[in-house]
Structures are given as C-alpha cells and as structure tokens.
C-alpha cells in the first residue's frame, strides 16, 4: 500500500510513456513524464475490465482517494456501474436545479410551446394552472405518488367534467416523462392511474337546422387559429357533408376540380356503410365502381371559400 510521502515523492522516468504505483483494492496511482499524478481504480464488471477516474493528486489526497474507491465498490456491489452512476450525476447537474412540479411543468411547455396551436397552448395551460398547480406545483416531482395525481385528478371528475379529467391526466403524464427524461423522476406515476379514472363517453351531436346557429358554426370555423391541415377540414365540411374519417384521409388523387367531383373510393367507405347500399336502392351518389361520389361546389366557390389548391 502507498504512503503520503510515497505519493509526493513518487516520479516517472522520462523514457516510459507512465508509470502506475499499485495501492489496494484495485486502486492505484498514474505518473506521467510532466509529473501529473492521478488515482485510478480498475474493476470488472460483467467480465469487462473498466476504469474510474477518481481525480488527480494532490487535490485529491490518498485517504480522499480510499474513500472515493469504497464507495465505488459499494456501488458495484449493488449492482450498479461506478463509471455509468459518474455519467449519470454529470448529466444530472446540467439539468436546471428547480425540480419542483410547476418548475418541470413550465419548462416542458416552453419548450412544446412553439409546436402548438394556439388553442392547444391555452388548453394545456388551463390544464395547468387551473388543475395541477394549486394542488402539486410546489411539490418534487420526484416524490409525487400516484395515490396523490389520482386525488388531484378526481377533484375534476367531481366537477363533472370527465373528458377534461381524462386530459388534465394526460398533460400530467406528458410532464412526468419530461421528468423521467431529465433526470428529474424515476417513473411516470401517471401510467398507474389510467384506469381508476371514470371513462367518458362522446355525445352526439344533433344537426343544426337553425340558419342563424349554421352561421355562427361558419363564423367559428372561419375563424379558426389552429393549423392549415384542420383550418382546411373544418372549412371543407359544410361544403361536402362527409363523415370526418373520409375527408381526414382525402387524398389529392381523389379530387377532379374541373369537374367539381371528388371520388371516394370503396376501400375507404365504412362496412356498415357498404351494406346499407346494398339494402337500398342506389342513391345519386353511388359510384359504379363500388365507391362513391361527392359533388363539390364550383371550384370558384371552394375558393372563394378561402382553400388554395
């Protein structure tokens, strides 16, 4: 074993490339020609020889080093890597030092935030600031249960706003695997919760026959913020009465504006509404080839509807 007075006095020829003096425990000291001195501890793991830096002498002194070396062995012996818990602490300390709820919550949606429509921003921060914070925001994310988010979920089901309560836990969701990801939580204690939550069911809704109601749905839709692909869809809806699940996946093979005509082909039709063709009579819209036809306004009026083909 090496002494203090070893350490200091120890010296590398200048014809070696270095020299390493052996101290127990798979620890030893590495000389080099320039005279840097740093500690080593050599393990193996998994039937891999693997090294740890323990830091340079004399900042580092020998008792400092035999401590550093123990508690690498303790962490081996827990079945841990010494070098990847080092990475890992590293990483750690990059990462902002607020791990508190709101903190992590409001860097998450920072950093979303450009990605969003606007109307799903303001969502997800009504889901915030409404019905998380109050209750979890100043709280370590990292000591939240699932017991607790449940609790805090169910005061919004006891509103009697469940579809809500199914989305304030998924905003929830969303920030703890932030959490996990930075180092900030082990788990997503969301995922535990999912099914103690009352389901909730869609309505209906009926069809709008007033035409003062029709335009106040067009106004809205008109003035809908969100993204081209859904402004498109939504604007496109009164002119076709499709069912959504057509006009979401239209494609542009389908459309002949000439001719004001989109074709929808029969892969795509529902299968209830195959055979309620084929109960009835064929209606002035069914296609000959099994598909079925939409007649699209003028292709000047889809324009002046506000589309660019």
């Known amino acids: 074993m090496l002494t203090d007075a070893q350490c200091r006095n120890v010296v590398c020829p200048p014809d070696k490339k270095q020299v390493r003096f052996t101290d127990a425990g798979g620890?030893?000291?590495q000389v080099s020609p320039a005279g840097s001195k740093r500690w080593f501890l050599k393990y193996r793991l998994a039937g891999a020889e693997k090294q740890l830096a323990l830091g340079s002498y004399p900042?580092?002194?020998?008792?400092?080093?035999?401590?550093?070396?123990?508690?690498?062995?303790?962490?081996?012996?827990?079945?841990l890597d010494p070098v990847q818990t080092r990475k890992v602490a590293k990483l750690k300390a990059l990462t902002p030092a607020a791990d508190t709820f709101e903190a992590t919550a409001r860097e998450w949606y920072a950093m979303k935030l450009d990605s969003w429509s606007?109307?799903?921003?303001?969502?997800?921060k009504r889901n915030?600031?409404?019905d998380l914070f109050p209750f979890l925001g100043s709280r370590h994310i990292g000591e939240i249960e699932a017991i607790e988010l449940l609790a805090t979920v169910r005061r919004v089901e006891e509103?009697?706003?469940?579809?809500?309560?199914?989305?304030?836990?998924?905003?929830?969701?969303?920030?703890?695997?932030?959490a996990v990801a930075t180092g900030r939580a082990q788990r997503d204690v969301s995922a535990d919760i999912r099914g103690a939550l009352k389901p909730h069911h869609g309505k209906h809704f009926s069809a709008i026959t007033d035409p003062l109601a029709l335009g106040k749905l067009i106004r809205v839709i008109r003035g809908y913020q969100g993204g081209p692909i859904v402004r498109a869809g939504l604007q496109l809806a009164p002119l076709l009465f499709q069912r959504p699940g057509e006009l979401r996946?239209?494609?542009?093979?389908?459309?002949n504006l000439d001719a004001a005509l989109w074709t929808i082909p029969s892969s795509r039709i529902t299968q209830r509404r195959r055979q309620a063709k084929r109960q009835s009579a064929p209606s002035p819209t069914a296609h000959a080839g099994g598909g079925h036809i939409a007649q699209i306004a003028?292709?000047?009026r889809v324009r002046r509807a506000g589309f660019s083909w």
């Open 59 to 79: 900042d580092v002194t020998l008792t400092a080093a035999r401590k550093a070396r123990e508690a690498a062995k303790l962490e081996k012996s827990k079945g």
């Open 159 to 178: 509103r009697g706003a469940l579809d809500v309560a199914h989305r304030v836990l998924t905003t929830a969701g969303q920030v703890w695997r932030y």
């Open 298 to 300: 003028a292709p000047d």
């Open 118 to 124: 606007s109307h799903y921003a303001i969502r997800e």
């Open 27 to 29: 620890m030893y000291l």
């Open 128 to 130: 915030l600031e409404k």
């Open 249 to 255: 996946a239209a494609a542009w093979a389908e459309f």
